[in-house]
Each structure stands twice: as C-alpha cells, then as structure tokens.
C-alpha cells in the first residue's frame, strides 16, 4: 500500500535544472562575439538566434553594423536608446533606424570648431563608413559646425534624402548672430556634393537665412540635380532675384516633384517668374508659397499660367495680402483647370465691401505697377465664367449668403468654388467671409471630396449632428454639476452658519443666568 503524498508544498524537493551543456557554450560565445568569425556558418539558425538574444546592447557600433544583421537584435538596441522611434519612417528596418538615427545624433552634437585631423572626426568617418550602406535619409535639425560634408556624400552611396539646418537650437545666454545660418563656404561645399551626389532626390534646407546670393551660389549645384524631385527652401531669406534662379528647376530639363518656398521675401516680380516656367512644366504636383509678399499682381500671373497647367496638385497662396481685385482671375484659373485638386487660401483681406463694386466679368484689369493681364477667353467669354455670370443676373441668387451678393465678385468667387468638379479641399479660413458663406462653401467642397472618395455624405452629416448634439448634452451636464457643487457649499455654508449662531445664543443664554444668580 503506497503512502498518500504529503500535502505540504513546503516539505516538496525544489527540482532545479542545470543549464545545458550547448546553453553554456552559446552564453561564452556571446561573451567572445567579437573574436569568432563567419558565425552564420558554423552555427545553425536557432542557435544564432540565441547568440544574437545574450549579445550586449552596448557593443561598438561599427563593429556591430559590420557583423549584425538580426532585425530582433536592433530592435531592441533602438527601443533602448531612442525609444520613440518609428520604424516605418525608415524603411521598416531596425538596422536602418538605429544607423540613421545615430549618426543624426552624433552630426547635430558635433562641436563648432572641430579639428579635421582630430579623433573626434575620425571616429565619425569609421562610424559612416561602417553605416554606408544602410543610410537612406538623414534629418539634421541642428548642424553646429561649418565643416565640409563631403564626407557623407562620398561615403553614403545610398544616401537620397538629406536636410540640414545650421546653427543651435538652444543657446540660452550664449546667443551670437553668427552661429546662426548658412555661411558662402557651406553653400560652396553644399553644391559641390550635390552636383556630385547621383542618387540625392530630396533636399531641405529650412531655416538657413539663405539669401538671393547664397541661391546663386547653391544653383551651382542645383542646376546639375537632375534627379532632384522634393526642394524645400522654406523660412529663409529669397527675394526675387532668388525666386527667379529657382523657377528655372520647373524647366522640362528638371523632374521636381514638390517646391516649398514658404516663408520667404518673394514679391509680384519672383512670383511671375515661378508662374511663366510653372506653364510649361509637367512634373510638379505641389507649389507651396505661403507666407510671402506675391499680392494681387504676382498672383494674377501666376493664376494666368495655371490656366495652361495641368499638372499642378496642390498651391498653398495663403497669407499673400490677396484682395478682390485677384478673384476675377482666381475665377478663369479654377474654370479652365481641371486637375487642381487642393487651394489653400487662408489669411488673405478677400472680402472688402467697398472693393466689391468692381466689375466681375473685366477681360484685362490694371494691377499694381502699371502691368495687365489679359483673362483667358478674351472678352468673349469662357465658358464657365459666363454661366456663373448669367447665374448671378437672375434674380434668385441676388438675395445673397451672409449679407453678399451672389452677383458680386465674392459672391461669383463663392460660385465658382461650389461649381468646380476638381476641387476637394479649400482652405478659406480668416479670409474676412461672411460665416454663413464660409460654411456653406467649406461644406460643398467638403461633400465633393466624401463622393470622391466614395463615402455617403448623409453618413457623415449624421455624424455631425451627433456631435453637435452631444456637446451641448455635456455642457448642461457639466453646469448641472457645478451648480449641485455650488448649491452644496451654499448649503454647507448655511448650516455652519446656523450652527454658530446657536451656539452664540446658548452662549448667550448662559452668562445671563450667571448674572442673575449673582444678583439674587
């Protein structure tokens, strides 16, 4: 009869198992990682797998890109050190995200004088010759130092997206004017790399104080970007003159597929320029001159020169001090251009009541400078534009929308983009319109891009007014809490009050019955 087993889990044998012998082996392997050669091939796939697992994080970068190629070892390596690193912004590779973003850290904390024959530069030479082949797109917010990169563009044969900015973020007390900006030697070293680079097809520059001459002097190496097809040049300094360089990249030589040249000094002259090239090309998609000083006259050329185009995507005009006197030319561009899709128009005086009384349909008008632009169609009349301006001399539409006239130049710019079939996306916010205008503008163009993309629209105005149903149900709830709270404490303060009265009427109860037993 066997004996039943003992019911106390404390009394139990505590079975431990050693390691294996083949566990042991791989843990000292991984101890000596860097003395064994062609691991790969001596070890099978789990056993490298397990390797790769006990292998230290900290291990020297060149030689680790030399020797690893585990996704699940850099994975871990990047979660360690960068822990909000999205790996889809870097070709959905580990490898390539720790690289990428390392070498970043290491040129954004360069010193501003460095020795060329130092350490310091040889080390950052080893670590992208070791990362050469696996460097896609750099993002350098911050480049303190004014050193020639050709380093990077000679060793980096992948190298096809790169932006810099020179200059400290944060100085604190320590600010000096000439820390900050591009310098003539690095635009020098800069065009020479690009004319150079062979695979470079996306270049930012923000926030350089780049000039009209610092322009001519990268346009020694733009010129030869022939496979250029991103330019970002936002938030500098480009006048005219600059603008006029620039506009020859839209030539049919060039394959530029994205020009941002927002926040910059471009007046009526630099944009005409832009425009009279954007004509004839047949590759760009987006136009982006937001925050400049265009104006009624540089627009009006650009806006004729749009007319022809039919390629252009997406233009971004906003904060250009446009006024009515533009909309009759807006008007031609958005009837004769069927492919523009997105028009950002935001921040601009567009709506002047004393302005209004100009004549909508005006073949030619003279603009600022004494220059004028002929409309398209002549005065004989565009298609579309005359059925809008025959729409807007029947009487219906006469009674207006906010307090303006569907017969005025607004009221006709108003039409105009209820009535175009390409348009998804207008942006006409702070533009002066009346709120009743904006919204049902913003609403038409709104439902047009939902059947474009097939979704219901009734779906999504059901959507809407939930929301607006609900928020107001909040709001009542809320101000019900806080006047519970409020009559609480009204309350509260009620019954204190009380409290201490009585309290002072006992008091003063009892110091009379004192005195008269004192007096009998």
């Known amino acids: 009869r066997q004996r039943p087993p003992i019911p106390f889990r404390a009394l139990e044998k505590v079975r431990v198992r050693p390691q294996s012998l083949v566990q042991i082996c791989l843990g000292r392997v991984a101890e000596n990682f860097l003395s064994y050669d062609n691991l790969d091939k001596k070890l099978g796939k789990k056993q490298l797998e397990d390797v790769y ?58 010193p501003i004088t460095l020795d060329y024959e130092g350490p310091e530069l040889e080390a950052l030479r080893q670590q992208v010759t070791a990362s050469r082949l696996h460097v896609f797109k750099l993002v350098v917010s911050q480049f303190p130092s004014h050193i020639d990169l050709s380093f990077l563009f000679d060793a980096l044969p992948a190298l096809c997206s790169f932006s810099v900015t020179y200059g400290n973020r944060r100085l604190g007390m320590d600010y000096e004017r000439a820390m900050f900006g591009m310098k003539i030697s690095d635009a020098q070293y800069l065009a020479r790399n690009i004319r150079v680079s062979q695979t470079l097809v996306s270049l930012s520059l923000p926030c350089n104080m780049i000039d009209d001459e610092l322009i001519k002097v990268l346009m020694g190496g733009l010129s030869y970007g022939h496979m250029l097809t991103h330019l970002d040049l936002s938030h500098n300094k480009i006048g005219d003159r ?31 320029h832009i425009g009279a090239h954007l004509a004839e090309n047949m590759t760009c998609t987006v136009l982006n001159l937001r925050l400049n000083r265009c104006e009624d006259n540089g627009v009006s050329h650009l806006f ?86 025959a729409e807007g001399a029947e009487g219906d539409e006469d009674e207006g929308i906010g307090g303006v006239s569907m017969s005025s ?16 996306r207008v942006d006409i916010r702070q533009c002066g319109l009346p709120p009743e205008l904006a919204e049902r503008v913003s609403t038409t163009v709104k439902h047009r891009e939902l059947r474009a993309k097939g979704i219901p629209v009734e779906a999504y105005e059901r959507s809407r007014i939930q929301q607006t149903v609900e928020v107001p149900e909040e709001e009542e709830a809320e101000g019900e809490g806080e006047e519970a709270l409020e009559e609480g404490a009204e309350g509260a303060e009620g019954q204190a009050a009380e409290s201490k009265e009585g309290a002072e009427g006992a008091e003063g109860e009892g110091e009379q019955e004192e005195k008269h037993e004192e007096e009998n």
């Open 242 to 272: 600059g603008a006029r360089r620039l506009a020859s990249l839209l030539d049919p030589d060039y394959c530029l597929h994205s020009l941002d040249l927002s926040d910059n000094q471009i007046h009526a002259n630099g944009c005409m």
């Open 304 to 389: 004729q020169d749009m007319c022809v185009n039919k390629y252009l995507r997406t233009l971004n005009i906003s904060c250009n001090d446009l006024t009515v006197r533009c909309l009759p030319y807006m008007n031609a561009m958005i009837s004769d251009n069927d492919t523009l899709t997105e028009l950002d128009l935001s921040a601009n005086p567009l709506h002047q009541p004393e302005g209004d009384d100009a004549a909508p349909g005006a073949a030619a008008t003279q603009l600022a400078g004494g220059s004028s632009v002929q409309l398209p169609g002549g005065g004989g009349g565009g298609s579309m534009v005359d059925a809008v301006d």
């Open 53 to 110: 697992a006990m292998l230290d994080l900290n291990m020297s970068l060149p030689e680790a890109a030399a020797r690893i190629a585990d996704e699940n070892y850099w994975k871990r390596r990047t979660q360690a050190k960068h822990r909000n690193a999205q790996v889809d912004k870097h070709g959905m590779s580990w490898k390539q995200t720790f690289l990428e973003l390392e070498l970043q850290d290491v040129l954004e904390r360069i």
């Open 409 to 424: 130049p607004l009221g006709i710019f108003a039409r105009f983009l209820m009535k175009s079939n390409a348009l998804l």
